[in-house]
């Protein structure tokens, strides 16, 4: 079974920091590009950052840039993210998910960028950051 399993979330005060995990199983990691989505109460869920393990491109938000960072640990099937700064607006639930690098019908690699992924690409569980101001 496919599973994305994301955790790291908590209660931070605003200019702190906090580290998401996003554990991968049940797919070649290696075809994919994961990627870190948010959605705060009453409003629609946006990209935050995306790493493609197949050719290492990533993609960050333009409100997240300079403050988080994306990695990932091929070895272990995990990527990361690391917020610094965190400010009140980045409270929400923070979800990952993977994409396929290759298209199914054409076998051409997409480049996944953060509006590349889809509502029928593998999506994990979420995890609740909140900022205090």
């Known amino acids: 079974d496919v599973q994305l399993q994301a955790c790291g979330g908590g209660l931070v005060q605003a200019g702190g920091s906090l580290r998401l995990s996003c554990a991968a199983s049940g797919f070649n990691f290696d075809d994919y590009a994961i990627g870190w989505f948010r959605q705060a109460p009453g409003k629609e869920r946006e990209g935050v950052a995306c790493v493609s393990i197949t050719d290492g491109n990533i993609d960050y938000a333009d409100s997240v840039v300079g403050r988080f960072t994306i990695s990932s640990d091929n070895a272990k099937n995990t990527v990361y993210l690391e917020m610094n700064g965190l400010k009140p607006e980045d409270t929400a639930v923070y979800y990952c998910?993977?994409?396929?690098?290759?298209?199914?019908?054409?076998?051409?690699?997409?480049?996944?960028?953060?509006?590349?992924?889809?509502?029928?690409?593998?999506w994990g569980q979420g995890t609740q950051v909140t900022v205090s101001s």
């Open positions: 998910a993977a994409a396929p690098e290759t298209d199914p019908i054409s076998a051409q690699a997409r480049h996944i960028r953060l509006r590349d992924f889809k509502a029928n690409d593998y």
